[in-house]
């Protein structure tokens, strides 16, 4: 194996066993740092620590909830850090990549659990993330936070839903808040904002788009090369926010839009 490179260390990718995630993982992974991707489904956490064969660094799988209480035998976001302190060392760059949304996104069709549900995965899973690792980045006088959020927090997307948008927006002020109470600590945040990535969470769109559209979207491995570049990025550095887009900027079209579905 290849020696690791300068930024060799440990990054823990919540929600990095798909999609996202998993590109942003391998990146980091080739780049020689351990990377600890947690997630729900273990089969899929272990199928992305098995694409870093050949890596200068590895994957490794932690089976973990990002919800308050784990369930099913899963741990929950304290408890999963714990254990990534204790078997490979002091996480350095944290990465929020856990998202969802639903199916119904209209007032005239969602309900308030569609809407916490979403909003407890997207926005407060990251609050849980970002407090388990903050003790540790202080004491070590730095680190790196990258919020995976999307187009949708940055544009108005008609699309996404209220939820959506609503959580994934809130993240941008996370990445505020940061960048301006732990500064002083060395410690910076990003606000990660991509245009359409062909990932499975497009199978929750009212309409999912075609093959031809997904085609011209981007891929989790651009987002993992931007996020590559982020950490190897100085530590005086700080990108305050990104916004990644696939040149056919389909966000901006019309045609993704859909009907109004009609009141029942």
Request: aromatic content about 4%; proline content about 5%.
């Amino acid at each position: 194996m290849a020696a690791p490179s300068e930024h060799a260390g440990v990054a823990w990718v919540v929600g990095g066993g798909t999609g996202i995630g998993a590109g942003i993982a391998r990146a980091l992974a080739d780049d020689g740092r351990t990377v600890v991707v947690s997630g729900r489904r273990e089969a899929e956490l272990r199928q992305a620590a098995e694409s870093a064969a050949g890596a200068t660094g590895r994957i490794v799988p932690l089976v973990a909830d990002v919800s308050g209480t784990a369930d099913d035998g899963n741990l929950g976001l304290a408890a999963a850090h714990e254990r990534i302190a204790a078997e490979h060392g002091p996480v350095d760059v944290l990465v929020y990549s856990a998202g969802t949304n639903v199916p119904n996104r209209f007032w005239a069709d969602g309900t308030p659990d569609d809407f916490a549900r979403v909003v407890d995965v997207n926005l407060t899973g990251a609050v849980r993330a970002v407090h388990t690792v903050l003790p540790g980045m202080r004491a070590a006088a730095g680190g790196l936070v990258v919020l995976v959020s999307s187009w949708a927090a940055w544009r108005f997307g008609p699309t996404a839903g209220a939820a959506y948008s609503a959580s994934k927006t809130a993240l941008g002020v996370l990445a505020e808040t940061l960048n301006v109470q732990e500064r002083d600590h060395g410690i910076r945040a990003t606000h990660l904002c991509p245009g359409e990535v062909r990932t499975d969470i497009l199978k929750t769109r009212p309409v999912v788009p075609t093959e031809a559209e997904q085609a011209l979207m981007l891929t989790p491995d651009d987002i993992g090369a931007a996020v590559r570049h982020l950490v190897g990025l100085p530590a005086r550095i700080c990108v305050n926010e990104l916004v990644i887009t696939p040149t056919s900027n389909t966000s901006y079209s019309a045609a993704n839009a859909v009907a109004r579905p009609s009141r029942k």
